[in-house]
């Protein structure tokens, strides 16, 4: 072989001759792979070191007893070694050494993530009042890197006050989340989300169903717009409160129900069977419990009935002929036709009509009159002789 072609051979091995290594991540409980590669190897062997640099593996031949290490590749190009059941205590540096002269070695650092553990809220006062002010916070423990908490009130994101304290190599992270309790809070879910990038399928969560005790308050619901003697009518008391006040109070102006035969209470409702004037007056409902007491007041005024009934749809069990006079045209001076008619409407409208064209002719009769007596007064004396 030509001197300077053997040379470039060698070059070219020495410079093939490095390990290869990739960092690697895992989280905690999980498997870690390690694998050393190297392009041109001359039958120099392979070898893995932990960080405290006790060997685990010199080519195929293993050197630390530890169960959770095991050989998964080994040849002149590879050695690929795995660690199960990996714990914090094993993050650090691994070093792959090729024993050349001189040795050459690569570093790859294996990170170890610290798995959040699930999260608990404390601080939740059972059952709270209306008006308190209380403070929710959400804690979890052992991650690494710090957790990121996230407060939901229902699905609806809301934000909180969050607190990082380290513990060795985890974290424990808190979240605080300040409430003024109203009555719209009672039966709204407050949930505590840990976002981590260890918990790569469901994030961990912890909620609350708040429950809040309130006062209540009452409103009527009538059936009836327009109430009418001899009507259906239903009065409603709706009150919400926190425990439900139960059962509900019915009053009229103050005193009893009179009468219990028409007017029938069952549970929040008040029922008139067939109304009529002596039911005018003001209705009251009230409704309470151990935090307080509201009420309503309803003011029933019965109209009358309809004078007027409606045409009936029932026909006539014998057909009415019909008046050959009808066919032959009808006048307004023929009685058969208009008795049937509105009298008012075609009397008083006939009589008016009748009034004010016989005023307009005497008016015109007593003008022509007074033009004529005028007319011969002038004509007289324009012929008498002057003196």
Known sequence: MHPHLLLCVVIAGISGQYPLVQN?????GGTANL??????????????????????FFGDKKALRDNRIELVRASWSELTISISDVTLSDEGMYTCSLFTMPVRTAKAYLTVLGVPEKPEID?????????????LTCITQGSKPAADLRWFRNEKEV???????????????RSSLQLHVDRNDDGVAYTCRVDHVALTQTPQ?????????????????????VPQEGQYLKLECVSKGNPSPD????????????DLDRMIVEGRELTFTSLNKTDNGTYRCEASNHLGTSSAEYVLYVYDAPTTLPPSTTPPLHPIPPDPTALLGTHASDRRVTGNRDPNALGQHGTDHALIGGVVAVVVFVTLCLIIVLGRYLARHKDLPKY
């Open 205 to 225: 969560q912890a909620t609350e169903v708040l429950e809040v005790h309130y006062a209540p308050r009452v409103e009527i619901i009538h059936s009836l717009a």
């Open 247 to 258: 059962p509900v109070m019915w009053t009229k102006d103050g005193g009893e129900l009179p």
């Open 35 to 56: 694998t050393c590669r190297v392009e041109y190897n001359d039958n120099t062997s392979l070898q893995w070191s932990n960080p405290a640099q006790q060997t685990l």
């Open 24 to 28: 690697v991540t895992v989280t905690e």
């Open 123 to 135: 601080g939740l006062t059972k059952p709270a009042m209306e008006g308190d002010h209380i403070t």
């Open 159 to 173: 934000k909180g006050a969050k607190e990082v304290n380290a513990s060795g190599k985890t974290f424990t992270v």
